[in-house]
């Protein structure tokens, strides 16, 4: 199907964000990078933030398709796929264009915690953990609970690391640190 022009303005205004950050990319500058004019934009988006919450909702959709088929792809139990997870993070960390990630940048810039772009942010890490959970009770882990939230932590942190520090070894580092979780959490 070929995409829309909503669709590929998204797709363009998702670029523009990742690379530029959501205060510091006005209108203009989205009308001079994606090539869409201003009447197009606010003829599919009543306003800014209305297009930030439809490129975080394209975004979420996007990476967790991409990460949880890598995750499937490299682990083929439960516990396999979680620490196939720093796999994936780490082959994000090596791509050229990579930036961090846009939930935490846009919880960043939007710091209210009812702020309608925070809670897009928030129901993404929210949908990650739910997989995490879910992953952790079929490994058997006796607080999957627990273990979802620590292997989330050691994830983001990884993320920032790699964003902030430029540390590219953040996720093995971080799989380091997940494999002694697993073997506590998995030990029966």
Known sequence: MRPTKRDELVDKALKAFYANGFHATGMDRLVEETGISKTSMYK???????????????????????????????????RGQMLAMFDALEEWFEEPGFRGCLFIKAASEFQEPGHPIHAQAA??????????????????????????????????????????????????????????????????
């Open 44 to 78: 599919h988006f009543q306003s800014k933030e209305a297009l930030i919450l439809a490129v975080l909702q394209r975004r979420d959709a996007q990476f967790r398709d991409w990460l949880f088929g890598r995750m499937e792809r490299l682990g083929k139990t439960p």
């Open 123 to 188: 129901t993404h890490k929210a949908l990650i953990y739910d997989h995490l959970r879910s992953l952790a009770a079929q490994g058997g882990a006796d607080n999957p609970a627990l273990l979802a939230r620590q292997l989330l932590v050691l994830k983001e942190g990884a993320i920032v690391a790699a964003q902030v520090e430029g540390c590219r070894a953040a996720a093995a580092q971080a799989k380091d640190a997940a494999k002694t979780l697993l073997d506590n959490a998995l030990a029966h």
